[in-house]
């Protein structure tokens, strides 16, 4: 299969191929919308536990090392989507560069947990903060329905009125995606300029109106803590970037929807390099205005936003904290807002672009057939829209998510790994391929990014509390095999 083969805009009206209603703002949009969700005003606290003898500056290196790790991906990402931009994405890079297996394996996990599991964390997120807004749905009515045990401790399956308002998301968007590519990518424009809007309100208040001379004070004169720095604290800060890589994670999502953006040898690698360079930058100066409003340390027990500090902010909304701090008892329903329109425009990009993974596996026989088919009139890939919908709303009856993300860190950064792989193959392999745009700084670039990847698998193995997880998003990686030999048996797999 040629990995260049691509629909040109100008072919005839077909229902067999995808609209490219997906602009060159849109599909910015989509990187920058799929990245922004709930992790900038949360993770911070527990990355500051983990870097705590680092003092401030821990905390900043973390972001700003996450920061050009996505960017150095994003832009060996650039070759591959400009080469090849077809439904799909990820998946087609990895059959392509390295094997067919090695796409439906990414495409297995990419289903089952990935981006079900993030879909299902984000409505959950959605519902609990709009309850901050609406108590009504918050009351404390749970209607069990089972329990198992994960490595992480006991799940209980089960409905709430939280649970039903995350369900509801889901749907609801499905059905707004199901409608047409231009219009859930409207929707995805308007709710990312909304959320990059809340964003920069937050770092300007934070910087300069509502700016804690006092605490700035404390905290950037101790800004390089007490431990020394040396080549020991590798593994610490390794460890502590798992929530700011999640929470910089899904740019790659852009790709999977390659086949509907309009002049994608053109606007995907531009989409890419600036979606994510935009929101590392804005992810470090959100930082940076925390730290000008609370106390990098504090004490667990605090009755106050400032006494608890930026490590210890109750259940880890640093946000909450810092409007707490800014504008007071209004502070939590102006940031509740905010979260609510970060959340709904990130799960909007995540299921648009999902099932476009599915519909390419299904055209290779490797997943339902019916995945595979786009709706005559609306040319979206229905089946693969409530497939997933399906999924992610019975991983919303779990309740519990941060231990669903935590068993796929390794195994999605192994796939990171092996597409960023899968460029250096082709270029030996396939030297002669069209390549309208190249990989920045290849082989340097590519290579470091490949370098710190195989370095934060380390210390994923290593780590004792994140070696449980690791294990078992291996496992679920594993567990593909016997199912892709399956999807072999019953149809033809393209090479």
Not at 349 to 365: C, F, K, Q, T, W
Not at 366 to 388: D, E, K, M
Not at 411 to 418: E, G, K, P, Q
Request: glycine residues 10%; contains cysteine.
């Amino acid at each position: 299969m040629s990995a260049t083969t691509d629909v040109p805009p100008s072919s005839p009206p077909s229902t067999d191929h995808f609209i490219r209603g997906i602009g060159p703002l849109a599909a910015m949009s989509l990187v920058v919308g799929s990245m922004i969700g709930s992790g900038i005003f949360i993770v911070s606290a527990d990355i500051s536990r983990q870097v705590a003898g680092w003092g401030p500056g821990g905390l900043m290196l973390v972001w700003v090392v996450t920061g050009l790790m996505t960017l150095a991906g994003a832009l060996s990402y650039a070759e591959l989507a400009a080469m090849m931009p077809r439904a799909g994405g990820q998946y087609v890079f990895l059959r392509e560069g390295l094997s067919p297996a090695s796409g439906f394996l990414y495409g297995w996990t990419l289903f089952t947990v990935i981006q079900t599991g993030t879909i299902a964390a984000v409505a959950v997120a959605f519902a609990r903060y709009l309850g901050v807004l609406l108590p009504s749905i918050t009351p404390n009515v749970f209607l069990k329905l089972g329990s198992f045990t994960m490595p992480g401790g006991p799940i209980e399956l089960g409905l709430s009125v939280q649970r039903v308002v995350a369900i509801v998301m889901i749907v609801a968007l499905t059905w707004v995606n199901v409608r047409g590519v231009k219009l859930g990518a409207s929707i995805q424009t308007v709710f990312t300029v909304a959320k990059v809007g809340a964003l920069i309100a937050l770092i300007m208040l934070g910087l300069t109106l509502f700016r804690r001379a006092d605490v700035a004070h404390v905290n950037f004169t101790d800004f390089w803590g007490a431990r020394p720095w040396t080549l020991a604290m590798l593994p610490v800060i390794g460890a502590a970037m798992v929530g700011s890589l999640f929470s910089s994670d899904a740019w790659n999502n852009v790709t999977f929807a390659a086949a509907e953006v309009r002049e994608p040898r053109k606007n995907l690698p531009r989409a890419l390099a600036i979606g994510t360079a935009l929101v590392s930058s804005l992810y470090i100066l959100a930082n940076l205005a925390y730290l000008n409003v609370l106390p990098f340390g504090g004490s667990p027990h605090g009755a106050t936003a400032i006494q608890r500090g930026l490590m210890y902010a109750s259940e880890d909304r640093v946000a909450s904290a810092a409007f707490e701090v800014m504008l007071g008892a209004i502070g939590a329903s102006v940031i509740a807002g905010a979260i609510l329109v970060s959340t709904f425009g990130c799960n909007n990009g995540l299921i648009l672009s999902g099932p476009r993974v599915y519909y390419a596996m299904a055209r290779d026989d490797l997943f339902f057939q019916r995945a595979g088919v786009l709706h005559p009139g609306y040319r979206t890939p229905v089946f693969g829209l409530w497939t997933q919908a399906l999924w992610a709303s019975l991983l919303c009856l779990t309740g519990t998510y941060s231990e669903l993300l935590n068993y796929v860190i390794f195994a999605a950064l192994i796939f990171y790994f092996l597409t960023t792989l899968s460029l250096f193959r082709l270029r030996r392999l396939q030297p002669d391929l069209p390549r309208p745009v190249r990989a920045f700084g290849y082989p340097l670039v590519p290579g470091l990014y490949m370098a710190a990847i195989a370095f934060l698998l380390y210390v994923l193995l290593a780590d004792p509390t994140q070696r449980k997880f690791s294990a078992l998003g291996l496992v679920i990686v594993a567990l593909g095999i016997p199912v892709y030999v399956l999807w072999r048996r019953k149809g033809t797999v393209r090479t």
